[in-house]
């Protein structure tokens, strides 16, 4: 089952922050983000590992709430290379379909 | 050539066509995905290859069939398809699977 990503959309001015959500409704394994620019390929941000620390990539962080089946994506001090589509992918240890990924998050960074 | 390359980038197919895309991995990695990515739905996850060994189909209609000849190349191979197959098909490599994926730029495929 796709994980639910939150929220669809967001438009933010440039400096601002952003949080992304992802939860699952089963234990999880792993998590993956993403971003993918229009007419791009999606390029990878991080993953964080179930037991694991937060993550972090320059003024791009994320957090892995196992108890709540929940990771956050915060973006600091947003810059306009930020906007895009980003994705949470679950991963699960077992059963078919160990990966997923949710509908999106379109990021937009105005100046 | 470096990364991900995925040839052709774009293909139109009528649906009794058979084609076939192609993906070569330049990064050294041992796994290989196919993804379909259509409009307002998430990315799905078609077929994963690990030392040229499939680990992973889910439920892909058997009018896909993905060919790993070795760990660098994977191949879709495309017949009868239907127009809502219309999509953007993605391959990706990773060293191992489930780690931190690397995606060509996909083919755009239109089934008329």
């Known amino acids: 089952q796709q994980p639910v990503q939150s929220p669809q959309a967001v438009i933010l001015r440039e400096g601002e922050d952003a949080v992304i959500n992802c939860s699952s409704s089963k234990a999880l394994y792993s998590v993956h983000w993403y971003r993918q620019k229009h007419g791009e390929a999606p390029v990878f941000l991080m993953i964080?590992?179930?037991?694991?620390e937060q993550k972090g990539h320059e003024k791009i962080s994320a957090s892995f709430n196992e108890k709540k089946q929940q990771s956050s994506l915060y973006l600091t001090a947003s810059q306009l290379s930020y906007s895009g589509t980003y994705f949470c992918?679950?991963?699960?240890?077992?059963?078919?379909?160990?990966?997923?990924f949710g509908t999106g998050t379109r990021l937009t960074i105005i100046p | 050539e470096t990364g991900v390359t995925q040839t052709p980038r774009h293909l139109v197919m009528g649906m009794t066509n058979k084609k076939s895309l192609k993906c070569e991995q330049h990064l050294g990695h041992n796994a290989m995905y196919w993804y379909k990515q259509s409009a307002k739905k998430p990315l799905e996850l078609m077929f994963v290859?690990?030392?040229?060994?499939?680990?992973e189909n889910n439920s892909v209609p058997s009018r896909f069939s993905p060919e790993c000849p070795n760990s660098s190349h994977l191949f879709l191979h495309l017949h009868t398809l239907q127009p809502e197959d219309s999509a953007l098909y993605l391959c990706a490599s990773s060293q191992g699977t489930y780690n931190e994926q690397f995606f060509g730029p996909g083919t755009r495929l239109t089934v008329l």
């Open positions: 290859y690990n030392f040229k060994e499939q680990t």
């Open positions: 992918g679950t991963v699960f240890p077992f059963g078919n379909e160990k990966l997923t």
């Open positions: 964080l590992l179930k037991g694991g």
